[in-house]
């Protein structure tokens, strides 16, 4: 007889254990924030959880005025815009039977938990950035067609009718991305696009597609519906369309104790931990605090074609 | 006085079934708006009908503030809208309901939400719906309902008709592209795909300039367009 698995194993072996490879789910983790966008600066200690954006347009040309003839006084345009910060968080509880029962190779431990943190903040950029993006008053594209190279071309001309300097940030949902690239197939001449590489990926973040026509993209799979949920809205825009702005308040907490003083105070984002002895568990909270804003809609056109 | 109480009843269907994560993401709330540059012109009929933009209703989201209690100060939101000239369709808005050709209509609440699996709200217009297959949820959308609250828009006086300069830049958008698709059929005498493409532009600048559906201008395109050479050979173009 033999010691065997089939039958000593019964009591003396387990089902199965645990191994040592945590497989991350895929996540689109492509952050927005770092794509063409103005950092408002911190909005922590300012007296008030909305800036105000003042706009001045500097676009008057000298006039020739008769000779000894007084010149007439023109006032520019102005215009402002609002940014205000929110509390974006969110919690996970772990009670203590999961967290007590695990493995090292099962642990929610410390840097896990920051990994999770820093995912949702990226995700939450992102998806505050790309709701942006609905509202754009320029738009190309038809409704419920897809995108083609045509549609990449009239957000370039856009662009530059309304006076755009390069370089031009696009951002589109993965069909749209997927429409453009099949729709490149079928062109001719110098317009191939520049597939990402791993240094580009490096360079530019998860969530950058390559670029074209000195145009960069990007994916994203919260970008917005349109015209009832039948298409998508992508955006391509110039350097000043959109802005954010995050307040740095774990300082201000610091000093009426409410936050430990291991958070860096420029910190607009951190974990806490709080201990729910009555129902076992063991609470962490990530809070982040920040908004978007739309400051000058000629920069930006939306890309309006089947989701 | 006897006290009864409740008798459970079954969970309904949609309070049971929860989206899965992968195919609804959590999305923001969001109002409809119109902007007085941006239009859809219908194929089907010929009408040009406003776009309508999902306004997101966010607090840190162009100046959308939380309001203590969860409420939502929305002026804005509203104020970026109405600096475009754009119009904010509040849900309620008793305009949104009436009747046409196709029979009564209610459009009133058109934001609709579900749970996905991770207990996230997935915000909606009530012109999408979802089928959950496998692990996945397969998205439909309602065009022809779509179309009707757009048109709910224009018949009720809350949006106002297209304008005529915004219909002349669209022309000039697709006279770009006509031009950009003739420089292709010049370069691809013989595929056919490309001429078709072309004579698709054609027709849909026809049918937005003379606000005819795409079928009647096909039509007359075909009887005036010219002829695309199917089998070219050298020294032989029409």
Same mark, same amino acid.
């Given at each position: 007889?033999?010691?065997? *698995? !089939? ?25 927005? *924030? ?38 007439? !006084? ?120 520049? !597939? ?47 802005? *954010? ?23 607009? !984002? ?38 | ?238």
């Amino acid at each position: 007889m033999a010691i065997t *698995y !089939a039958t000593e194993g019964a009591d003396l072996r387990v089902a199965e254990v645990a191994n040592p490879l945590l497989h991350l789910i895929l996540a689109d983790l492509t952050d927005l *924030y770092g794509v063409g966008m103005v950092n408002l600066g911190d909005g922590a200690g300012s007296g008030s959880s909305t800036d105000n954006i003042s706009k001045l347009d500097l676009d008057d040309p000298m006039t020739a005025p008769a000779e000894g003839a007084a010149v007439s !006084a023109t006032d520019p345009a102005t215009a402002s815009v609002q940014v205000s910060i929110a509390r974006q968080a969110l919690r996970r509880d772990i009670t203590d039977l999961f967290a007590g029962t695990g493995t090292s190779a099962m642990a929610f431990n410390p840097a896990l938990i920051a990994q999770d943190a820093a995912n949702s903040i990226v995700i939450r950029r992102t998806g505050l950035v790309a709701s942006l993006f609905s509202s754009v008053s320029n738009s190309v594209g038809t409704t419920t067609v897809d995108l083609s190279v045509d549609d990449i071309y009239d957000a370039m001309f856009q662009l530059h009718t309304t006076l755009n300097q390069p370089p031009f940030f696009c951002t589109l949902y993965s069909e749209q991305i997927n429409n453009f690239q099949s729709s490149l197939r079928g062109e001719g001449g110098a317009n191939q696009f520049k !597939a990402v590489t791993a240094e580009m990926l490096s360079a530019k973040g998860p969530g950058f597609v390559g670029s074209w026509n000195g145009v960069d993209f990007w994916s994203s799979d919260q970008v917005p519906t349109a015209n009832g949920g039948a298409d998508s809205a992508g955006c391509m825009w110039s350097m000043g369309a959109f802005g *954010y702005k995050e307040a740095a308040v774990a300082s201000m907490l610091q000093q009426g104790g409410s936050v430990i003083s291991s958070v860096p105070a420029e910190s607009a !984002a951190w974990i806490e931990v709080q201990r729910s002895p009555d129902t076992g568990s063991t609470i962490y909270v990530y809070n982040y605090y920040t908004g978007v804003v739309e400051i000058e809609d000629d920069r930006a056109c939306a890309i309006i074609t089947d989701r | 006085m006897a006290l009864r109480g409740n008798r459970i009843q079954p969970p309904t269907a949609s309070e049971n079934t929860r989206l899965p994560k992968k195919g609804a993401k959590a999305s923001p709330n969001f109002r409809m708006a119109t902007n007085p540059r941006r239009w859809n012109w219908n194929p089907l009929t010929g009408e040009w009908l406003p776009a309508l933009v999902h306004l997101p209703w966010v607090p840190g989201v162009n100046g959308g503030v939380s309001v203590r209690g969860g409420g939502f100060d929305d002026t804005g939101p509203r104020q970026i809208v109405r600096s475009k000239g754009g119009v904010v369709i509040d849900p309620w808005d008793t305009r949104l309901k009436g009747k046409d050709a196709d029979g009564e209509y209610d459009f009133t609440g058109y934001v609709s939400t579900l749970l996905n699996t991770a207990g996230q709200k997935v915000h909606f217009s009530i012109f999408e719906e979802f089928e959950i297959v496998g692990n996945i949820a397969i998205r439909e959308f309602d065009q022809h309902e779509a179309h009707r609250f757009a048109r709910c828009l224009l018949s009720s006086g809350m949006v106002p008709k297209v304008h005529n300069g915004i219909i002349k830049q669209e022309l000039r958008k697709q006279d770009e592209r006509i031009k950009r698709k003739i420089r292709r059929v010049g370069d691809n005498p013989g595929n056919r795909a490309v001429a078709s493409e072309l004579e698709i532009l054609q027709a849909t600048r026809h049918g937005m300039e003379n606000q005819v559906p795409l079928t009647e201008a096909l039509d007359i395109i075909r009887g005036n367009a010219p002829e695309v050479d199917a089998n070219p050979s050298k020294g032989k173009r029409k």
